[in-house]
């Protein structure tokens, strides 16, 4: 595997810098043989890099973008790793879209703020259905939290993001909360990672609904 784009294939410094600290995170938090399903995978970037650390994790690429998932293809087609599977069409906010599941563990890396508040709410009511009972949903990206002074950086990208799109911008992590607590994601972790960004961590309890009920 190496690290230059395929014909095809985008790339982005972030991904770079950023790869490493998720893959720390998530790496002692997965347990061994996840099916991981990663919503919103942009370039692929992350699922070709996550996948060749965790082999014991089997990897499903998605993104709603038709251009995302030609870049994942590439990735994957480069990038040759049996435990990561062919991207999929999937649209947060759709639950159409959702596979059934079941999997171990969901992970939205950088979707949160950069899409319409729906997204997130499909991503929660999405993983609330598809994930088992004891899984996992990793969240990884900038939020606004009551008791900790937002960083000048994130204030900047917010009001950039809402320039873009007044439906984006950083959510407030407690509405973020309450919102995978409304389907049974109950919050478990804060992990503070480079950059002013968070990787925030909820676990399905309890008896589940739809697909992952019975596992
Ligand atoms: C900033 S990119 C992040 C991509 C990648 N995870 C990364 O960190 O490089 C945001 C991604 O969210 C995706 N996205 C936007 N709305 C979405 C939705 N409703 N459901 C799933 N993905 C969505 C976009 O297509 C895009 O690939």
Same mark, same amino acid.
């Given at each position: !595997?190496?690290?230059?784009?395929? %014909?095809?294939?985008?790339?982005? *410094?972030?991904?770079?810098?950023? &790869?490493?600290?998720? #893959? ?8 061994? +043989? ?7 995978? +942009? %370039? ?9 650390? #965790? ?18 293809? @590439?990735?994957?087609?480069? @990038?040759?790793? %049996? ?18 599941? *079941? ?17 997130? =709410? +499909?991503?929660?009511? $999405?993983?609330?259905?598809? =994930?088992? &009972?004891?899984?996992?949903? /990793?969240?990884? $990206? ?6 900790? @002074? ?27 909360? @309450? %919102? ?20 925030? !961590? /909820?676990?399905?309890?309890?008896? +589940? ?7």
């Amino acid at each position: !595997m190496t690290d230059h784009a395929p %014909a095809g294939a985008r790339q982005s *410094p972030s991904t770079a810098r950023n &790869r490493e600290p998720i #893959l720390q995170a998530l790496g002692s938090r997965l347990t061994p +043989g996840a099916r991981v399903l990663e919503v919103a995978s +942009g %370039a692929g970037e992350h699922a070709m890099f996550l996948a060749a650390r #965790l082999p014991v994790a089997a990897w499903q690429p998605s993104d709603p973008d038709p251009d995302a998932l030609g870049s994942i293809a @590439a990735w994957r087609d480069h @990038a040759g790793l %049996a435990n990561l599977a062919a991207p999929i069409r999937l649209d947060a906010a759709d639950p159409a879209t959702w596979p059934p599941g *079941p999997f171990e563990a969901v992970v939205c890396i950088n979707m949160v703020h950069i899409s319409p508040w729906a997204a997130t =709410l +499909g991503l929660m009511r $999405g993983a609330g259905r598809a =994930l088992v &009972r004891g899984g996992r949903l /990793f969240l990884y $990206g900038p939020y606004i939290e009551a008791d900790v @002074a937002t960083a000048p950086s994130n204030l900047a990208f917010d009001e950039s993001l809402k320039a873009r799109n007044p439906a984006w911008g950083l959510r407030d992590l407690a509405e973020v909360k @309450a %919102a995978a607590a409304a389907e049974g994601l109950a919050f478990r972790e804060r992990v503070a990672m480079p950059a002013n960004n968070l990787m925030v !961590m /909820f676990e399905k309890a309890g008896v +589940g609904t739809g697909a992952a009920g019975s596992s």
